[in-house]
C-alpha cells in the first residue's frame, strides 16, 4: 500500500511535560540550552545531538574582529552590511559584531582548539568581502564546525538538567486557544511512535533548506522542516526568497556535495574553466573574492555556456585541508596536482522564521535562532562565516531571554495530533527527489517569472498528492511553494536573489520581505503509482 496508517488512530498519545523543548541539536541548540541551565530541557533529533547538522559540517571557521591593531567590531558590522546589499537590520548586525569577540573569548575557556600562528596568536583567515583578517579557523583550516560541535556536545553532556530525545522528527507544534505554542509532536522515526512534548516555551533550531535543492553542500535533512512547522501554525515568516549558492560545491557525484571551503580561494586558488581561462577577472574586480552570489553566477553562465569549472588549488599546500583533500581522495582526485570540478550549490538560507533581537517569534511561546530564524543579519546575501557566530550568539539570547520571562499559564491543547498518514517510503523517494529537481530547476541561481510559475505548477500537483501526509513530505512541498512565491513577487535582483528577467536592483525594493500563512483544512487525496508519471513528465 502506498500509505501506512497508524493501527490506532484513537489510542491516547503520550505525552511527557518539560520546562523547555529544543527542536534541532546543533549550535544554535546546544548553545540555548546550556544558557537555559538549569532549566530542564529537551532536546529533540534525529539524531545524537551534534550528528548530521550544518553546524557539524561548517568548514571555513567564525568570523570576529579580535585584532584590535587592524580591525574592529566597526569594521565587521560595515562589511556585514555591504554583503548584504541593503536589507540587512543595523541594530542586529551592530548587536551581533559586538559580541562576537566575547563569543571567541568563552569558547576559548570550553576549550575550542583554535588554530594559532608560531606567535601564539590566533590564526585569522580572510574570505570574500571581510576587508580584514578576522575567520578563525580550527583543526587545520577547514575542520571548525566539528571542533565546535564537539566541545558543545562535551559541554551538554556534562548537565544534567539537558535530556536528548532521538531520533525523533517534530511533526507539528501544538497551540492552545489563544494561539500560544505550549509544545510539539514529535515521531519516533523508527517505532512511528507519537509523543506530545509539553513545554513553557519551544525553540527551533532545526536547520537551513539545502535540502530542498537537488545539489547542496548540507546534510539531506536540512529541508526546512523547522520554518514548515512555524509557518504552518501561523508565524511570521521572512526573507524567503533570499537562498545563498555556495561557488565552489564539489561536481563528482556525491549528494550532498562536499564543500570546497571558501577560504581556499582567500588563500589564492582560482577558478578556472575547461579553456584554462580565470573567468573571474573579467567578473568582478575582486575576482575570486567577489561576494558569493556573484562568483555563483559566473561559475553558473560558464556551465550554460557549456564549460566545465575548476578550482585550481595546485599553488597551495592543501595539506592544512583535509575536508578537501578526503573528499577528492574519494574519486581518485588529488588538489596539489589535479583541477578540482566545482558548481555553485545550494548552501545557506537568509529567510526563515522571524525574529526579534531576542530570538523571539510572532506566536507566543516559540523562539527561533541559528539557520532557522531570519534576524535581519544577513540581508539579501550572508557575509561568510557569519552563520555559527549567530548561531552561538542568539541562541544565548534565546536562552536568556526564556530565563527573563515569567513562566506563562498555558490553556488547554487544541492542536490535533498527527494522524499518522504516512507515505510509503518507495513513493515518498520519488516525490522528493521531484521537488529538489524543480528547486534546482526553477528557483535557483538564477530565475525568471516562467521558471517560477513553471515550479509552482508543478508544486500545486504535488501538493494534491502530499496535503494529507503528516511526514516530511508535506512540509517540503508547502515551504518549496512559500519560496518560489517570494521569489517571484520580488521582481528585482538582490544578493542571492537573481532574476534574468528583472536583472538590476531597485530602489522601492531595498527592503525584507514578510510572509504569513496559515494551514487551511483540505480534501484528503490518497497517491498511489500511477499519479507518479504525471509529475514526472511534467517535470522533465
Known sequence: MPLDRQKDQNRKIKTI?????IIGAGAAGCQAA??????????????????????????????????????SPQLHSRDTLKAAAGTADPAVVSMMTGQAPEIISNLDLMGVQFDHSANGSYKLGREACHSARRILKAKSGDGFGRELMRVLIMAVNKTPQIKAAFPYTAERLAQDATGRVCGVYVRHLTSGQ?????????ILGSGGVGG???????PSGSVGRGVALAGRAGALLSDLEFVQFHPTALDIGIDPAPLATEALRGEGARLVNDQGIHFMDEAHPQAELAPRDIVSRAIFKQNQQGFKTYLDCRMLDTGSFPALRNACAKTGLDPDTDLIPVRPAAHYHMGGINTDIQGRTSLPGLWAAGETAATGLHGANRLASNSLMEALVMGGRVGADILSVRRPETGQIITPPP????????????YRRHIREIMQDGVGVMRSRTGLNDALTLFAEITKITESQDDELADMVWLAEMITRAALTRTESRGGHYRTDYPQAKRHWKHRSFLSC?????QTHTPTTKDVPLIKEAAE
Open 17 to 21: 511535560s518539560t520546562d523547555v523543548v
Open 34 to 71: 546550556l544558557t537555559l541551565a538549569p532549566r530542564d530541557v529537551v532536546m529533540i533529533s534525529p539524531s545524537a545531538p551534534g550528528g548530521e547538522s550544518s553546524s557539524l559540517w561548517a568548514q571555513g571557521g567564525i568570523a570576529a574582529a579580535i585584532n584590535t591593531v587592524e580591525d
Open 194 to 202: 507519537i509523543i506530545l512534548y509539553k513545554a513553557n516555551a519551544v
Open 212 to 218: 530542498l535543492y537537488s545539489l547542496t553542500t548540507n
Open 419 to 430: 494522524q499518522g498518514l504516512r507515505m510509503s517510503p518507495a513513493l515518498h523517494a520519488i
Open 518 to 522: 496559515n494551514i487551511t483544512n483540505v
